[in-house]
T-cell receptor, first 113, second 110 residues
């Protein structure tokens, strides 16, 4: 069965600094990996995905993520954080058959002005 | 506009009173799914559907039912709601990759 871990409940970063939100996963077969963001009182918005190909994936709002197969990680990054990036971030993994999506517990990102 | 809609957005009900939360998508997606979101637990999948008349259990199906009679609709049914089903519910649909989420339904069972 798949699983996703986000080891940090909360990440604080100053505006303008780089940010990293960590994610590790476990899945049998090839991983399909996703990042979503949830703003207060809103649904989840898709940020980016890794299916195959280049290990560095670029997504919406300047975010990118690096797939590392040996470390089974898919960390979310942004070179320069904005206050408006403050939100709840979820990492998710899907299995080869596309049937079951598993989400991590979420990491709350606070970008301080 | 491509979207997933859910109704109602907010619902307060009493234990044992049957309820249905509707979900509809206009993207002709084959895959649809229901999740519940609880603090510290992330999103947990309740049921999913790969296509019309094809549904299967997710990680937390107990106390829920679903049906998929049309491609666009995927209602979530609580036959006898209990307080532990108080949660924020999301419907989602997808084709080959990322899921598109509805705005959520906040359910309170007293």
């Amino acid at each position: 069965a798949q699983s996703v871990a986000q080891p940090e409940d909360q990440v604080n970063v100053a505006e303008g600094n780089p940010l990293t939100v960590k994610c590790t996963y476990s899945v049998s077969g090839n991983p399909y990996l996703f990042w979503y963001v949830q703003y207060p009182n809103r649904g989840l918005q898709f940020l980016l995905k890794y299916i195959t190909g280049d290990n560095l994936v670029k997504g919406s709002y300047g975010f990118e993520a690096e797939f590392n197969k040996s470390q089974t990680s898919f960390h979310l990054k942004k070179p320069s954080a904005l206050v408006s990036d403050s939100a709840l971030y979820f990492c998710a993994v899907r299995d080869d058959y596309g049937q079951n999506f598993v989400f991590g517990p979420g990491t709350r990102l606070s970008v301080l002005p | 506009e491509a979207q997933v809609t859910q109704n109602p957005r907010y619902l307060i009900t009493v234990t044992g009173k049957k309820l249905t939360v509707t979900c509809s998508q206009n993207m002709n997606h084959e895959y649809m799914s229901w999740y519940r979101q609880d603090p510290g637990l992330g999103l947990r999948q309740i049921y999913y559907s790969m296509n019309v008349e094809v549904t299967d259990k997710g990680d937390v199906p107990e106390g829920y039912k679903v049906s998929r009679k049309e491609k666009r609709n995927f209602p979530l049914i609580l036959e006898s709601p209990s307080p532990n089903q108080t949660s924020l519910y999301f419907c989602a649909s997808s084709s080959l990759g990322e899921q598109y989420f509805g705005p959520g339904t906040r359910l309170t069972v007293t």
